[in-house]
């Protein structure tokens, strides 16, 4: 599998160093050029079969963060030990969403289905 850094990513992204007194306040995880090649990591490793996580102080710092990630299907989420209860319950929100969306989608996909199924076809009509 793979893991994605997220410090050493966000300083590649964006071009700055997170310990310079100069830089370090454009380091942002949340940036959305970042939060696009997190993206583009997931569906990669996903697409290619291999499951992926995530490492970095984002989920820790900023529990919903962790939301975002699910939402992309990450496969783990590494967090400092004082932010795993709130990490926790965001988790669970956004991992209950998807499982929701999941299912309605298969509903509706299925009702597209039986619909398509039951409709009259059109009679020739000759002139």
């Known amino acids: 599998g793979f893991s994605i850094g997220s410090n050493d990513l ?3 992204v964006l071009g700055v160093d997170r310990d310079s007194g100069i830089l370090a ?6 940036n959305t050029a970042v939060k696009a090649a997190i993206s583009h990591a997931i569906k990669g490793a996903h697409r290619n079969g291999k499951e ?4 970095g102080q984002a989920p820790s710092d900023k529990p919903e963060f ?3 990630l699910v ?21 669970s929100k956004a991992e209950m969403k998807r499982s929701i969306e999941k299912e309605l989608n298969g509903a509706i996909s299925a009702k597209t289905n039986e619909k398509d199924m039951t409709q009259d076809t059109p009679k ?4």
């Open 71 to 91: 939402d992309l299907g990450i496969d783990s989420i590494s967090l400092t030990p004082d932010s795993v209860f709130k990490a926790l319950e965001i988790v």
């Open 25 to 30: 306040k454009l380091f942002d995880e949340d």
């Open 52 to 55: 992926i996580g995530f490492c």
């Open 124 to 127: 020739k009509i000759s002139a």
């Open 10 to 12: 966000t300083q590649l």
């Open 66 to 68: 962790a939301g975002f």
